[in-house]
């Protein structure tokens, strides 16, 4: 019987226009750019213009990801997009790209998993590949995190930026015979949360508790704590899954939170830093558009190639956590 899985056919980012500094920020919060690189290692992130939405960011990075996949906007039938800052409550911001694409056909959701939801959409698109229920999905991260924050508290409002990325997943039958960890493709992915720790990491408001969009609160010392063990833990279930072990990892490309995290991880995985692929210096958090900006980024400067085993992870609130392992 043959296998289907999800081929990374194509991947594409987009990131606004304003670059803000810590210098920059430092002019309207009592914070320093010294501050910001020590604990974060971020220097700079960007921001989206008054008049762009989330939806013009996850457009923009989706043409470019189809462009690189070379597939026609039509042949899409099926996009799911995460984010925790969506245009309206609903209709689903994945609807909006779908139309400004010029799609009417096949279906288009949302997925909220806060900083977890590139993965948390690629596992959902992927199950729905290897379930026959569609060929071509488009899997979009885009996040206008900007709008959510609160620039009254400098532990939050220094820590976030805006952005896009997106992938193009194509169905694709694996060869009879074939070595299911050596072919290409998406080799598993696995999702985790616990609800428990919902204080650690929230917004302030919603449609059903204040009726207002609320702000980012966050313990910031107890999310590090967790961050690291989880993303060890769950990352350590994917390569058990393939019976693959930390040696046989290419490239990590993980959720952009913070620097000192993105290192925890690695020490944790004994994996040298030359193969972590780091955009928070740049970016600063984009939340669920980190990891395909991220992939993005290793793709097109020609670090990550043909045949190498890339793994994603991240955590956001929620908790949510995942992992994303894939032959490129
Ligand atoms: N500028 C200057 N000083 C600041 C700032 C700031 N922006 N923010 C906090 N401080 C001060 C605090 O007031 C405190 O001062 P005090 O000692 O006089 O009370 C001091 O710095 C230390 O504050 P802590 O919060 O203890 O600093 P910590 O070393 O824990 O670093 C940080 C804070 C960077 C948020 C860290 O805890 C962290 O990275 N946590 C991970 C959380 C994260 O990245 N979440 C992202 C979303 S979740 C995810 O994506 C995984």
Known sequence: MTQRRSIIAG????????VVTNDDLAQTVETSDEWITGRTGIRQ????AEDEMTSDLAYQAALRALEHAGVPASDVDLIVLGTATPDHTFPATATRV?????????????????CSGFVYAISVADNFIRAGQAKTALVIGAETFS???DWEDRTTCVLFGDGAGAVVLRAEDLPAGADPTA????LSTHLRSDGAYKDLLYVDGGPSSTRTVGHVRMEGREVFRHAVTNLAEVVGESLAANGLTQDDIDWLVPHQANKRILDGTARKLKLAPEKVVVTV?????TSAASIPLALDEAVRDGRIQRGQLVLMEAMG??????????RW
Do not use: K
């Open 11 to 18: 991947v594409g980012s987009y990131l606004p226009e304003r």
């Open 45 to 48: 992130r960007r921001f989206a």
């Open 98 to 114: 779908q139309n400004m694409l010029g799609i009417r056909h096949g279906a288009a959701f949302d997925v909220q998993a806060v």
């Open 147 to 149: 709008r959510i924050l």
């Open 183 to 186: 072919a290409r493709g998406i």
């Open 281 to 285: 210096d740049r970016h600063a958090n």
């Open 317 to 326: 609130g929620g908790f949510t956590w995942g992992a994303c392992l894939a």
